[in-house]
């Protein structure tokens, strides 16, 4: 099996998209131009899973342009099919169709694997744990793998610290490029503008409650407040909470706060950040909507248990009566609202991300033999590269320190 | 002919659109229970052009659940067949269909004319000026009409001076309740997202050049700036420049600053802002809107001819290859962008401005005998109306000015 | 007698602060050197009454300069001496003194108008109701009058309403130039930076209450929120009230929104806008401060009789011990903080105020005499030039309507 | 010799301006009657060297009053000398007066040596450079160290690098408390107020250059943009520069973005920032003032050099005419500009720093014999309590996880 993609005619749809991407990711589209001429991956096996849409589609195919053998797989809730059929189309082995079964994801992420990937650009450490359990055939010719997520990286650690990680990991998570940017920039725009796009509804004078303020929370709160919200944040962090006040939000407890708040925007990566007993006070009408990466930060369970009706009011918006006989509308079902409600991250974001995996994929196909196991950082020079790659297709041009100036911290005497 | 839709079955998809506009609009919710309650509009006959979408079917809808006979119509264009078939359901006579000719169209505003509507709520003077020209049978009938956009009530200002108006009109668009908050904060939005949402790209970082700094250009400026855009400013009006440049934009002509704008936003109200010499200076890649009343604000008319190649690079938004080999994108097709790329004003504010339409259509019927034919403010009883509602729906109090304070400014010896 | 100063020995220290006005009024500089050249002021009498301080000596000084016969008074709380000094010293006839008493002070005016003059500049319309009253010798020769103040146009408009006002008054205050910028922009910003400076405290985190909406409230709101502020306001017009909500702050009456305020801003112009049942709520270490135009627009009566102690806490800064225990902090003795507590408005904003009020006196001597008894708006080519003037000299250019853009409002049919 | 004042009549002024700070300090305040209740401080010897204005001295005299032997000494031109009287007389062993020459404060700082502190509270790490080297004889006596500033702590590192520190240091300025706060809120608003106080002029409309974007430079710029100006970066750091892009300013290098800028605010810790090539670029009247920690951020050494005329234009502030012709006005003579021209950080930053200060003292009496030499991080419990105390004085609550919550990072498998 090539490939299994659900309508190869789909393609021409998908390559449109592709190559709009490709248009507007200069910083990836640079990297591209690299790798083809450097030779660096040509010939080399990658395998990649990642959501299947446009900018991931776009990954795929710069790096089976440069020369590499790539496969990739996908999730089916996470496949846009025509965007399949496209990267399937341009000589990627795709294992990826939007009404897969459990069984046959299992299939897809096996097909990866049987094509002995040198590299692996993972997500949520799929790839590895199963390179390291069911499919250990795979793991002698695994140099290393890249990986996209938190979630991902916080499980590598947990089998670097168990001693059942055997192959260096690249968290390119943690990269300036990605860390800086991907969640406070395009987190943040993009949740609050899929809530609107979902609903139709105003946020000049809204009430806005953010639960959490680390990177998304911080992101949400700033667009949302840039879009007239009145903004109120809720922390467990005593640091985190100071700084939400500095930056002008109100600060309470959630169950307090979501009894005057139009709209809750979960941002913890915790279950039950929103709780019943808050959902509960919550005013007639309040949306409620997931920015964080965990599914039940909304403890959506509860709410279709107790309403005493549910029923979908837009598309991506479904309303439950609550016993109280108020209303509240849940956005994107209480799943992450970026991608379940949107198109997720925006484009620049993605070339930033992407570039890292990119370059940090290369990374470990010229140098990776000689790592040890465990996670590792994204090599300076490559987030250096990738910043100044994107500060060039900005136009905009950095000062140099002197000798002098460089000189300037010196000795204590 | 009762009404002319496109297809009746329709009609339960609209019916849920049109129910959750009710359920988020509360002054115009609150209106009809009044008007259903005094028996104001009880057999009474209104006529209706507007768009056919959830926010204004809700206005006609209210209408003729209060009583009212309420006949409807509206361009093809402008129409959505669910909606419209939702509507009609609701024993208001609706003459819309979306795939309608300019002679059906013709034949539809007639149909309503044919009602001999008391009150038009009209968009763009339509009935109003059938009613003096082809149409003047129906004139003896007609107490007055309510108009919707700047557009109409400077045509009907154009015919008061020409001693041409026979009615009285009230200048709804002139409420405080509208124009205070219509542009500023509904077209800011909604023209904003509607460019992100249908590129997904990011805003922070970019270059955004507006193009007119009235209350549309306030508002998009705004909105942009608040989600990390750099904002440049071109006017015309010395006064509303010096505005722009206190409030932190930089402002520039047209020409000069279209050379350095990742995005640019046409918000004047007049042809040619973007003109064919500033779309030459546009950097590669770069986004056209316009979130103004003017369809050829952006010379869409030299892109198509002078183009190398055009394409949908997405929908909503056509890609133009430029004779210097650049690319622009443009977004809805230059027409106003929150509607041809969104869904128009937020709920929110279609709330505040259907409620002076309803009250100004009841004043008409109740008062307008006595009034003299012309242009008429809102009465001041009207907008302060909406506007208590409003806040009373916000669980917003005022404070009250006591005797002595009211007498603060004496003689002025 | 040709001046009162205090001390002509300060002159120095006063022409020094003059030139550094002039330096940084490019607009009233560039007036300066028209009417030296126009010659439209050379040899015509000018009387002013104004605080003085750099700037307004820097107006005085400039009609001087271009051959006008300039006489100027002020009372002595509004009077820095070595500037006085300094005014005098170049040949303006000034009659203000620090230590002058009521009497005095009605001596100087009486000195200034006893110069006939032909113009005058004035302050709460002072000079033009003494010459209708009391000093009606002045009257024959006096052709018109510009108005400074909000408060002085009021009074004319009630003369002129009375039949009692026997001279055309131009309102310096309606021009675009002073209004739109003056209160917005120069006393948000210089009553915000005076409260800070005063108290050496920190505004970001601050929960403020701003009561009023208008102009003065709109720019203090908005650079309290710039500073990290979390501002509510109070307001007694719905709809000055909505446009707060849209802006993004919170909205409620004074009484209770003062219990949870930590600074509470007036900026009615109305007096007792905050009460005494309001202060006895405020938190312990409340700051009151008031930059609207009315001195007890705080109850300070009322704190001076009801506090159990009162002290200077700092400079510009007084104690008071409630009856509750709880302290509060009044900055600048209630009186309009800007100028109480700090220089008044920055250079930029009298830079165009003054402009306007040069260009008006000049109006007035080449024009006044054809012009109707009563109060005028500014010339609305003075108002342009100003404005125009301000832009070239920050750099700035416009677009031009081209002759179809001008035509595009065209007749009805 | 006891204490070394200019005037101890001064005290009463002092007493004051202390006693004023106690009330707005109320972290500070409650570790003052904690650590009077639990007896931490009584009779122990602490030594402190810091600038002598009412907030750093009542952190001294909380001391004292908690029974502490607290000496106390400043360099001359950091020195109030009513501050100083009044500390003196509250029991503290005081050795500063705004006359010192460098002899008498090389003296002073001895006396402090003298009195044997068991823990001194550290300014750029002076007293522990002397204890290490001419003052050896204060060694043996000596637990420990807590280090207020950045440079302190390098230099301190640098000592441990080179084997050469003996005692546990406290890098007081690592706190989370300290640097998430203390740059970003305290220098971002106080520089910017001290320049529009020093003079008179506005922000709104002005292009800033912020030149780093730290710390320091975020909150300058973030500062500046709240009150209306157009901000400019320039920075050498890539991921910094990308910040400062997404969050709406412009980047450039120095020496071009000089060019165009009004107003220029150095934020590097780093000589010659803005250098003499960028200075001869500036548009006439730019403002240059240093909110950086290093005196010569700005060249002021080659504008004194370079320039044809030279005089003070206001109190802090000078002008410099330029070979060019054009002028620049320098705010606080190039040094820190929060000081130099105003009263330093606001009352609350400090309160949070002190707080920090007081406790890790305290840390270091009870714990500091069993710390191993070298520079250690604020215990983590002081830094929470200090933060919990300063939301309990705000009324602010927090969330807490649930066990659950808690348990949520599980295990890779």
Redesign the interface.
């Known amino acids: 099996m090539d490939s299994a993609v659900k309508d190869g005619g789909l393609a021409p749809e998908g390559d449109?998209?592709i190559d709009?991407v490709a248009?507007?990711a200069p910083v990836l589209s640079g990297i591209a131009a690299q790798l083809a001429a450097d030779g660096s991956v040509a010939g080399r096996r990658i395998g990649i899973i990642l959501p299947i849409e446009p900018k991931t589609a776009y990954l795929a195919v710069m790096l089976a342009d440069a020369g590499a053998e790539v496969a990739l797989a996908a999730p089916g809730a996470l496949t846009r099919d025509d965007v399949a059929a496209a990267v399937a189309g341009r000589g990627v082995a795709t294992f990826a169709r939007s009404d897969s079964s459990p069984d046959d994801e299992e299939r897809f992420y096996a097909e990866v694997l049987a094509r002995r990937p040198e590299v692996v650009i993972d997500d949520r450490?799929e790839l590895v744990?199963m390179a390291h359990?069911t499919h250990r055939e795979a793991l002698p010719t695994l140099i290393g793998a890249s990986e996209e997520t938190t979630t991902g990286v916080?499980?590598?650690r947990?089998?670097q610290r168990?001693g059942?990680l055997e192959v260096p990991c690249i968290a390119a998570n943690d990269a300036?490029?990605k860390h800086?940017?991907d969640n406070?920039?395009?987190t943040g725009?993009s949740s609050v503008?899929a809530i609107?796009?979902s609903?139709?509804?105003?946020?000049?004078?809204k009430r806005v409650l953010v639960i959490g303020y680390g990177w998304v929370g911080k992101g949400v709160a700033a667009?949302a407040?840039?879009?007239?919200?009145?903004v109120t944040v809720?922390?467990?962090?005593?640091?985190a909470?100071?700084?939400a006040?500095?930056?002008?939000?109100?600060?309470?407890?959630?169950r307090?706060a979501a009894a005057r708040s139009d709209v809750v925007i979960s941002a913890t990566?915790?279950?039950?950040?929103l709780p019943a007993e808050a959902i509960e006070r919550l005013p007639d009408?309040a949306l409620l909507a997931n920015a964080g990466a965990?599914d039940d930060e909304i403890d959506v369970a509860w709410l279709r248990r107790h309403s005493t009706a549910a029923?979908?009011?837009?598309p991506s918006v479904e309303e439950f009566v609550l016993p109280s006989g108020r209303?509240v509308y849940l956005v994107g079902d209480g799943k992450v609202v970026n991608l379940s409600a949107?198109?997720?991250h925006?484009?620049?974001?993605m070339d930033l991300t992407f570039a890292v995996q990119a370059l940090s994929a290369r990374h470990l196909l010229l140098e990776g033999a000689g790592m040890a196991p465990g996670v590792h950082p994204v090599p300076e020079a490559v987030?250096?590269a990738v910043?100044?790659a994107?500060?060039a297709s900005?136009g905009?041009?950095?000062?140099?320190?002197?000798q002098?100036?460089s000189e300037?911290?010196?000795?204590?005497?």
């Open positions: 449109a998209k709009l248009a507007w450490a744990r359990t916080v499980k590598l947990a089998m168990a059942a300036n490029c800086l940017f406070r920039y395009g725009q503008t609107l796009d609903t139709n509804l105003q946020l000049a004078g667009r407040a840039g879009l007239g919200a009145r809720s922390e467990v962090n005593p640091f909470a100071l700084e006040i500095h930056e002008g939000y109100a600060v309470a407890p959630v307090e990566g915790v279950p039950s950040s009408g965990v029923r979908e009011a837009r209303s949107g198109e997720g925006p484009v620049e974001i987030d250096r910043a100044d994107k500060l900005l905009v041009r950095l000062d140099q320190l002197s002098e100036q300037h911290f010196v000795t204590w005497q």
